[in-house]
């Protein structure tokens, strides 16, 4: 039986395939009928390819099955590849289209060009919008963010892992959590693997990685928040300093923008007209915020007050800062304050205001968080106190902490955020590819 090929296969091999036998399956991206001759556009996910029938040359049953396909219907045909005059250089001369289903009703977005509608109605119709390779191409680059990251940590020596995604307390201070009922109790969705990638590593698997979803319950209505984002993950044992969860984060967005010439990045990268991801070969500078809020005032005019978070416009400045002054798309901003960071998260031993911790921005945005943990028992019972938290409702927790556990840090960076920053999108929900939000939970 003849094979179904993608239609890149095809051209990519057209010269050994010419006069050849193929088959192509996919979807009717456009029809032309000439009367004589009658042409089929077949697109799938790899592209398209003429099809075509001429009176005298074809069987009857193919004119007749061009003439009554309709846009959009699934279909597979068998033919003969052959040189023409198309931009692809080839077509496909039609022995049999069979024609597998036909839409039941018009369609309320046209596939060609769909990056074009407004964004409500693309993901309303999404299954429609990802049929254009221009959206298909997004996700096709998020696979492969994620397969870098995979094949990056585990190079490294870290252990994939699967974190339980129902738990009993939220990690992240500020971020709300969805609850859940969960049988007599309510228990929540997780907010961030935090705890259960400290547990790993606590647990003897020193270093690990996971990449899944995580919820958040903020009412945000902005371009770069999702109720549910895909997280990756790293968190790894006995580490010197915060420095070294930097290293590690810095290995991994080196390799990826050494990789963007491998498909299929090359190819969303080239569709969106992005530049490759620019990283000085000194390394990613890493500026502590006291420092960022200098800079800020001084070179921009912008006050953000000592013990702050920056704000989204503080790190479009510092993304501004970090590409015209140090020719970099990416800059760890360190040292975060106590007040804004979560109590797990180690103070410094010479300023306990302040955090082992970091931000890293990618073109002015905030892509990874991270740094080092409190390891200690009693520091960690006191850091929630400070906190104003119960130790009680985190004693599962506390307990993971009280035989034998090693410095250790990690960090988390958003998976739509990086495709975001990288293909240079407008909203976070064009990288996913059926985002949750405040509005959202269909399709
Ligand atoms: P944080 O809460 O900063 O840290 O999240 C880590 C990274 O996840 C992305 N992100 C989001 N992406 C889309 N929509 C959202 N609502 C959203 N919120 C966050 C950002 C951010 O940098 N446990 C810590 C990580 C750690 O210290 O290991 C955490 O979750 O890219």
Known sequence: ?????????????????????????????RIRDLGRVKFAIIRDRSGSIQVTAKKGESPDTVLET???????SVVCVDGVLKKAPTREG?????TKITVINTPVEPL????????????????????????????????????FVARVFREYYTSQGFVEIFTPKIVAAGTESGAEVFPVLYFDKTAFLAQSPQFYKQFAVIA???????????????????????????SLDIELGFIESFHDVMDYVEGFIRSLAGRVEEEPARRALETYSA???????????RIPIAEAYEILREKYGKEVEEGEDLDSEGERLMGQYAREELDSDFVFIIEYPWK??????????????L?????????????????????????????????GLEPEGFQFYLDFFKHGAPPHGGAGMGLERIVMQTLGLDNIREARMLPRDTERITP
């Open 66 to 72: 061009i003439e009554s396909l309709r846009q959009e």
């Open 275 to 285: 530049e490759p991801p620019r990283l000085p070969a000194s390394g990613i500078p």
């Open 108 to 143: 309320p977005l046209e596939v060609e060009g769909s990056e074009k509608a407004s964004l409500p109605t693309r993901l309303r119709y999404r299954w429609l919008d990802l049929r254009n390779p221009k959206i298909t191409a997004v996700f096709e680059l998020e696979a």
């Open 340 to 353: 804004v960071r979560p109590f797990y998260t180690m103070r410094m031993e010479s300023n306990p205001e």
């Open 90 to 94: 080839v077509e496909v001369k039609a």
């Open 355 to 387: 955090t082992y911790s970091f931000d890293l921005l990618y073109r002015g945005l905030e892509i990874v968080t991270g740094g080092q943990r409190e390891h200690r028992y009693h520091q960690l019972v006191s850091n929630l106190k400070d906190k």
């Open 1 to 29: 039986m003849l094979k179904e090929r993608f239609v890149w296969e095809v051209l990519a091999e057209k010269e050994k395939l010419l006069e050849g036998e193929v088959r192509i399956c996919g979807w009717v991206h």
């Open 204 to 230: 003897g698997l020193e270093r690990v990685f996971e990449i899944g979803p995580v919820f958040r319950a903020e009412p945000h209505h902005t371009s770069r928040h999702l109720n549910e984002y895909h």
